[in-house]
């Protein structure tokens, strides 16, 4: 954890549903700014606590809803969470509190780097954008930028517990209206924190 792109890992239990789809609307939402040069800046990944799917495709109601709103589908294959994926994290979303348990017992070091998904984007708005590193738009200054505003959303969380309303239901077996649900609730957290990683559509230098 000590140069670009910046990682962010979403966990979630089986990898198949909630953080696929966290993962590459993660990836979207950044590319929608950087264009083909997002990977650069942001590498966006995802696992599961457990490992009964591990390689198989994302669930295809989740693979649906990412197409409807332009993000890409294609390529992906679960697997099971791992400590050297927490190792190499920079940020660690998780869709429940008790995911966020198993990362704390798998790495009790990664704590400051890890949230539930939807306390991460409940304390984005705790956050002051002026106090965050300015940067010059190349992919180590958005690192740092990064960093820091990894620090100071776990300042704001000032050793409070997640709270019910932050985790993200689980969509597997049900409808697409779950499905969609679950993708807003995602989006909701994750819009914000691009928004505040890079904060003009400039950010990457000119080619």
Request: net charge negative; charged share 25%.
């Amino acid at each position: 954890m000590s140069s670009p792109p910046l990682v962010v890992l979403s966990v979630c239990l089986g990898n198949i549903c909630r953080s696929p789809m966290a993962e590459r609307m993660l990836a979207h939402l950044v590319w929608e700014r950087l264009g083909d040069a997002g990977p650069t800046y942001l590498h966006s990944e995802s696992a599961g606590t457990g490992g009964w799917h591990v390689d198989e495709p994302m669930n295809p109601p989740a693979a649906r809803e990412l197409r409807r709103r332009g993000a890409v589908d294609e390529g992906f294959q679960a697997r099971k969470l791992l400590g050297a994926h927490l190792d190499t994290a920079d940020l660690i979303l998780t869709a429940t509190a008790e995911q966020l348990e198993v990362v704390g017992g798998l790495r009790p070091d990664a704590s400051s780097r890890a949230f539930v998904l939807g306390e991460f984007g409940r304390l984005l708005a705790d956050v002051e954008p002026a106090g965050l590193p300015a940067g010059d738009g190349t992919p180590a200054s958005v690192y740092g930028r990064g960093i820091a505003l990894v620090a100071a959303v776990d300042a704001a969380r000032d050793g409070s517990d997640p709270k019910p309303t932050d985790d993200l239901d689980d969509p597997w077996g049900r409808g697409d209206v779950w499905f969609k649900r679950t993708a807003d609730e995602i989006e909701a957290a994750l819009e914000p924190f691009v928004r505040l990683l890079l904060p003009t559509h400039s950010s990457a230098p000119a080619a």
